[in-house]
C-alpha cells in the first residue's frame, strides 16, 4: 500500500496532464485518473518493474478514457428510436469522404514513416513519444546518455516531419 501511495503521488500529477490532452478537458481526465488509480491499484501485481509505472497508468488512463468516449459515442444510438418515433432527421455524424481518405493517407502515411526511420531513432522515438518515458528512462533502457536520447530523438521528430511535410506536398498537387 506504502508503495503504491508513492508512486501514485510520484506519477499522478504528469498522468493527469496527458489525461487531459486524451480526454479533451480537465473534468473527464480527473474522473478517468481516479478510475485509472483504481485499477492500477486493483492490479498492482501485474507491474512487473516499478520504473514503468508511470507508462502502465498512462495506459490505463487512455483506456479508461476510451471507454469513457465509447460509451458518450453510442449515448446517441441509444435515443435513436426516440428520435424517429418524433419523426426528426438525423444527420449522419462521420466527417466527410475526402477528410476520411485523408486521414486514413496521413496515418498510412505516418507508419511507413516509422518503418523507415533508422532502428537507434525508431527506439528512441518509440519509448519516448509514444509510450511516455522519460528521457532518462529511454537513456536507462537503450543504455545511453541523456545527451544521446535528445539528439536522437530530435532527428527521429525531424525525419517524421519532413516526411509528412512532403507526403502532404505531394497529395496537394
Given at each position: 500500500m506504502d508503495s503504491f501511495e508513492k508512486l501514485a503521488n510520484q506519477?499522478?500529477?504528469?498522468?493527469?496532464?496527458?489525461?487531459?490532452?486524451?480526454?479533451g478537458n480537465h473534468e473527464d481526465a480527473e474522473d478517468v485518473l481516479i478510475e485509472a488509480l483504481l485499477k492500477a491499484y486493483r492490479h498492482m501485481e501485474q507491474l512487473h518493474d516499478v520504473e514503468s509505472f508511470r507508462p502502465w497508468?498512462?495506459?490505463?488512463?487512455?483506456?479508461?478514457?476510451?471507454?469513457?468516449?465509447?460509451?458518450?459515442?453510442?449515448?446517441?444510438?441509444?435515443?435513436?428510436?426516440?428520435?424517429?418515433e418524433e419523426g426528426a432527421q438525423i444527420s449522419s455524424g462521420e466527417?466527410?469522404?475526402?477528410?476520411?481518405?485523408a486521414v486514413r493517407q496521413l496515418k498510412e502515411v505516418l507508419q511507413k514513416t516509422l518503418r523507415d526511420l533508422p532502428e537507434s531513432y525508431r527506439r528512441v522515438y518509440e519509448l519516448r513519444d509514444?509510450?511516455?518515458?522519460?528521457?532518462?528512462?529511454?537513456?536507462?533502457?537503450?543504455?545511453?546518455?541523456?545527451?544521446?536520447?535528445?539528439?536522437?530523438?530530435?532527428r527521429a521528430r525531424t525525419f517524421i516531419r519532413q516526411a509528412m511535410d512532403r507526403a502532404i506536398e505531394n497529395s496537394a498537387e
Open positions: 506519477h499522478k500529477d504528469k498522468v493527469y496532464r496527458q489525461m487531459v490532452r486524451v480526454c497508468l498512462a495506459q490505463i488512463g487512455r483506456r479508461v478514457c476510451w471507454q469513457l468516449k465509447k460509451r458518450e459515442a453510442l449515448l446517441p444510438l441509444m435515443q435513436l428510436s426516440v428520435l424517429e466527417p466527410p469522404m475526402e477528410a476520411q481518405l509514444l509510450e511516455d518515458f522519460s528521457g532518462e528512462e529511454v537513456a536507462r533502457k537503450l543504455n545511453l546518455s541523456v545527451a544521446a536520447v535528445k539528439s536522437r530523438l530530435h
